[in-house]
Nanobody, 114 residues
């Protein structure tokens, strides 16, 4: 069992930046890592994904603004969010997944408002 703890969320003005971290209690190198978000009244959506080999993909809505990365030595996944918009407001969840396991964090709130 791997526990995931997200951090780095908060309140930021439009145009600002935040860096989310997802710290895992065990090794992450065999997992693909994902960041999802869920806004009030909306379904959870995939924001960014990075494979165990380091290949990244992004939702069209965040492409060019968000960057996902991973540090396998520190068992941590990051999401750098720049040029934030009010529509980025949501709870952000970290997810580790492979063919055998699927782990989720508890989420961290990101609010973009002036």
């Amino acid at each position: 069992q791997v526990q995931l703890v997200e951090s780095g969320g908060g309140l930021v003005q439009p145009g600002g930046s935040l860096r989310l971290s997802c710290a895992a209690s065990g090794s992450i190198f065999r997992f693909n890592a994902n960041w999802y978000r869920q806004a009030p009244g909306k379904q959870r959506e995939l924001v960014a994904a990075i494979t165990s080999g380091g290949s990244a993909n992004y939702a069209d809505s965040v492409k060019g603004r968000f960057t996902i990365s991973r540090d396998n030595a520190e068992n941590t996944v990051f999401l750098q969010m720049n040029s934030l918009k009010p529509e980025d407001t949501a709870i952000y969840y970290c997810n580790l997944r492979n063919v055998l396991w699927d782990y989720w964090g508890q989420g961290t709130q990101v609010t973009v408002s002036s």
